[in-house]
């Protein structure tokens, strides 16, 4: 397996072990809060930069446990999601949010139409094209989505601990609930704590369910991956459940590290 490189900060998306052998594309879309120096912090606070509402703490850790364990490609976003969040087309509002659950960006406030082209250009456009080539490089890719959630959302617990997501096309979450408790035994939901009239499906319907791929995406609470020990262990489950479910759909998935 090739050494996994960070990218610099610069770089806009982050293509690790790019020569991975196996059917399975990794990918975590809000792994950085970087925020360019060019946009003056978005007017946010250090305490706004570092929480939630800006990166999925944990994800990019859990991801790259992933893509080590399947010799897998791994395509994550270098910046953070309220510059550009890369699971949102350019369409949508919250793909650069002018406010995120409790907290105002007002760096993000009344963007221009050219404003808004020039970070589509500069952020999802690098993105979209690096997983576009990864899964072309792949034969009978499957996509499997990387992301974290607070515990705590509106000043409202969430019980659920792990959340598998599907849009149009349910085959790998399916496979994955159907074998659930060989697994894990933590709290397990469908499409929670967001689903798709969300709008968190845009990297599965982009990248995977046009094309008939197999994906899910995977959203994990971060509370229970918030050390190096815990992310590891929540990347070898994962690694461990996604290989039952896509045994038990006769699907092979290249080479398991």
Not at 53 to 79: C, H, M, T, Y
Not at 161 to 167: A, M, P, S, T
Not at 237 to 246: D, E, R
Request: net charge negative; proline share 8%.
């Amino acid at each position: 397996m090739n050494h996994m490189q960070p990218a610099l900060p610069n770089d806009p998306v982050m293509v690790l072990n790019p020569e991975g052998r196996s059917s399975v594309v990794v990918v975590c879309e809000h792994a950085s809060r970087f925020i360019p120096p060019a946009f003056g912090e978005l007017g946010l606070d250090e305490a706004a930069r570092q929480s939630h509402v800006a990166w999925d703490p944990g994800a990019l850790e859990v991801a790259r446990g992933l893509a080590q364990r399947f010799d897998a490609k791994l395509i994550a976003s270098n910046v953070s999601r309220l510059v550009y969040d890369c699971n949102r087309p350019p369409s949508a509002a919250d793909a650069m949010p002018a406010h995120s659950e409790v907290t105002d960006v007002p760096g993000n406030a009344n963007l221009t139409a050219a404003q808004r082209a020039d970070r589509t250009a500069r952020f999802y456009d690098p993105f979209r094209a690096s997983l576009a080539a990864a899964i072309a490089a792949t034969p009978d890719p499957i996509l499997v989505t990387v992301h974290s959630f607070t515990p705590i959302y509106h000043a409202k617990p969430r019980a659920v601990e792990i959340g598998v997501l599907h849009d149009t096309d349910a085959r790998l979450s399916d496979a994955m609930m159907q074998i659930v408790q060989a697994y894990t035994g933590m709290n397990v939901m469908i499409n929670e704590p967001y689903g798709p009239a969300d709008g968190v499906t845009h990297t599965l319907k982009e990248h995977a369910i046009k094309a008939g791929h197999l994906n899910v995406m995977l959203e994990i609470r971060n509370d229970l991956i918030e050390t190096p020990q815990q992310q590891d262990a929540m990347s070898a489950c994962l690694a461990n459940w996604l290989s039952g479910a896509l045994a038990a759909l006769k699907v092979p998935v290249g080479v398991q590290c």
